[in-house]
Structure formats: structure tokens, C-alpha cells
């Protein structure tokens, strides 16, 4: 088997960014978007997952100039505007998916190939949210898009008694709410009554992400605690410093007495909850979709050897590189390396193209890469 050198793209969420939402930083404009797209129209041919592990496994001949797009976690606008554009230029895209954050209403709403044919204004696309089933298999039976895997949950979980901060106005705490309210992750984005779900004042502790967290379970009397001390706490002026020593003699003896975990999960308890993660996506997705599900992406890139040999053994053929230590550049069964675009300013736009020459495994643009690697690492 001979590794073939591709650069693998990744996007979020793309179009209208929505000022309402704490994770719109992920949100790339059209017109920029559209751009790169007329970039990857010229210069490279865009194929699936599948393909890439069937020309690498001998299945089928070599494509000139390889190009593969990912998105993940399934906004909305990957159907709104995302699908369009990517058939108008003729390419093709992977969405990685998560089935908690699906929405799960029986709904079709309109996208830009609508506008287009005069069947919708522009303004009926000023929604947020998550797609729907039946818009992903209409994107799935056009041969545009590829869905796949993005795990189970897509959330995270407190692992220490380490106090981070006490939720507040403007707080991002999408997995702390989702958890304690799941039927409503997968519509947070226009729920404008979300962040109220958490009193202000509940403790935050350290979190990692699902699949490679212990999880804790801190006691409720401590959380009960901290909202009646922050009942009548100015959250217009958070900070906090300032509203830790409310709080810090109180946590401190919680922690002296060992009593702010109650427990911590179980090897076996863990190992259930990561074969839910891992299997039941792929199964939801397969039986919603009526396909073969053989790809993974590690939400916020966490993972390790063992999670990606549990992957292989569901029946995936592949998972990202994402953050996990010590993996052979040229394991067959890591999707590799993702990389952002960036053609906001002429400098960033060379500099992409430079990466993109050198992740297609172009001379000397390649040789440069492995260099700077070396002397970094």
C-alpha cells in the first residue's frame, strides 16, 4: 500500500454569522467561502473519504491533484448554503455529524439552489440550527455530500474539582446545559431561553471531551451552594476572582474533606459510554440514511490509540489524526491531517496555497513542511 499525499480541508459552519450565538467565530463568511471554492475548482478535484481509501487500497486508479472537504458538526448552513455552492463549482463534501445535535423535526427548509429558481427570498435563509434528516438525505442522494461520523454526543464532561469559573451572562457552557437538558442541544443556537436553563452561579469545573473524559460527579450540595451565594451577586460586573472568594473557603473545605466528588466513572461504566459513542452513531446514521457509515472525526480532535482500534473494530475504515500522540505518518487507517483555508489577505493566501502545495506532497513545498516539523518538534 503507497500512502497518497492529499490535502484534506476542514470548515464549521459557513454563511450569515449569527451575533446571538457564542461559538459564531466559526461561522466563515460567503463570499470568502465562495472563494476558496472557485480556488478548489481550478486547481484540484475533489473526492470522498471512500474514494481516498479505495484509491489507496489499489480499488481504484489515482485521481490528478486530489482535493477532500470536510465540515463538521452539521450547521444548518451546510444545507442552506454549503450544498448549493458546492454543486454549482461542481465539487463534492463529507459532513461529519453528531445524531444528538440532529433536529429531529420532519422539515426541508429553503437553500440557496431555492433562491436561485425564484423559489424563496434570500431573508427565508436567516435561520440557525443543525440539519434535519430528510435535508441529509437529499444532500446524500445528490452525491454532493457524504455524511459520516462525528460520535455519538459530541459533548463534555467534568473531570476535577478544579473550579473554572460560575456560569454567567454571555457564558459558553453549550455541554454543561446540554447534558442537563438534551432534547434541547439540538436547537441551543435560536433558543434564546438556553443559557437560562443553568442558574447563574452554578460552578464549572475542568471538562474534557466525551470520549476520552473520566467523568466526575461533584456533589449537588456544593452546586446548591454556589447559586444561593450568587443570588444576589451583580452578574452585570462578573468576574471571577472577585466572585471566587464568595465561594472559597466553602471550597476549600468541600475539597479538605474529599467530599466535592462523590464518584468517578467506573473503567467498565466508561467503556459503555464510549461504545455508545462510537457505535450507536454509526448505527443511527446508517439506519436514518440507508448507508454505510465508515468514517470518524474526534470531536474537539481528542483521541488515542485505543478509541481509534475501538473505531476499527465498529467497522470504520478510517478516523482524523486529530491530537493523539504518537501515530505513524503513515498509518493506512488515519484520515490525514486536516487544515484550515485562510485568502483574507493576500500574504495568508500564499501561505495557504504554499500548505496546500505541500500537503498535495508537491517538491519542494513538502520537503520545506517535513523541515520546519523537525526543527519545531
Not at 444545507?79 to 433536529?103: A, C, M, R
Not at 490509540?305 to 476499527?312: F, T
Not at 490525514?336 to 485562510?342: A, D, K, T
Request: charged fraction near 25%.
Amino acid at each position: 500500500m503507497t500512502l497518497i499525499a492529499v490535502p484534506v480541508i476542514y470548515y464549521h459552519s459557513v454563511g450569515l454569522k449569527n451575533p446571538h450565538w457564542g461559538k459564531n467565530f466559526l461561522t466563515l463568511d460567503l463570499p470568502y467561502f465562495e472563494n476558496h471554492l472557485k480556488y478548489f475548482s481550478k486547481h484540484y478535484k475533489t473526492i470522498s473519504l471512500k474514494e481516498y481509501w479505495e484509491i489507496l487500497n489499489g480499488i481504484k486508479d489515482p485521481v490528478k491533484r486530489p482535493l477532500i472537504i470536510t465540515f463538521d458538526d452539521a450547521y444548518l448552513d451546510n444545507w442552506q448554503y454549503v450544498y448549493p455552492l458546492l454543486k454549482k463549482y461542481g465539487l463534492k463534501g463529507t459532513i461529519f455529524i453528531s445524531p444528538e445535535f440532529v433536529d429531529g423535526r420532519n422539515l426541508i427548509r429553503p437553500n440557496l439552489l431555492d433562491v436561485w429558481n425564484g423559489n424563496a427570498d434570500e431573508n427565508d435563509l436567516i435561520k440557525w440550527g443543525f440539519l434535519s434528516w430528510e435535508e441529509m438525505r437529499i444532500m446524500e442522494a445528490s452525491g454532493v455530500m457524504d455524511i459520516q461520523s462525528h460520535t455519538m454526543s459530541h459533548t463534555k464532561y467534568p473531570v476535577s474539582d478544579k473550579l473554572l469559573d460560575f456560569h454567567h451572562h454571555g457564558a459558553d457552557y453549550l455541554y454543561y446545559i446540554a447534558n442537563s437538558f438534551p432534547e434541547r442541544k439540538a436547537y441551543y443556537i435560536e433558543d434564546t431561553e438556553f443559557e437560562n436553563l443553568l442558574p447563574y452561579g452554578y460552578p464549572v469545573f475542568e471538562m474534557q471531551s466525551a470520549v476520552i473524559a473520566r467523568q466526575v460527579k461533584i456533589n449537588p450540595t456544593f452546586n446548591d451552594y454556589c447559586i444561593d451565594t450568587f443570588r444576589d451577586y451583580d452578574f452585570g460586573n462578573y468576574n471571577f476572582e472577585n466572585a471566587f472568594e464568595r465561594i472559597k473557603d466553602e471550597y476549600e473545605k468541600y475539597k479538605q474533606n474529599s467530599s466535592l466528588i462523590l464518584s468517578t466513572e467506573s473503567e467498565e461504566d466508561y467503556k459503555n459510554r464510549i461504545r455508545y459513542e462510537i457505535y450507536e452513531s454509526k448505527k443511527i446514521i446508517e439506519q436514518k440514511l440507508n448507508k454505510k457509515v465508515e468514517f470518524l472525526c474526534w470531536p474537539h480532535g481528542d483521541n488515542n490509540e485505543s478509541l481509534h482500534r475501538m473505531a476499527l473494530e465498529a467497522g470504520y475504515l478510517m478516523t482524523t489524526r486529530g491530537k493523539a500522540q504518537g501515530i505513524s505518518k503513515t498509518d493506512p487507517t488515519r484520515i490525514p491531517e486536516r487544515m484550515g483555508i485562510n485568502f483574507s489577505t493576500w500574504f495568508k493566501k500564499q501561505k495557504t496555497i504554499f500548505k496546500l502545495k505541500a500537503f498535495s506532497g508537491k517538491s519542494p513545498y513538502s520537503e520545506f513542511v517535513k523541515l520546519k516539523r523537525y526543527f519545531v518538534n
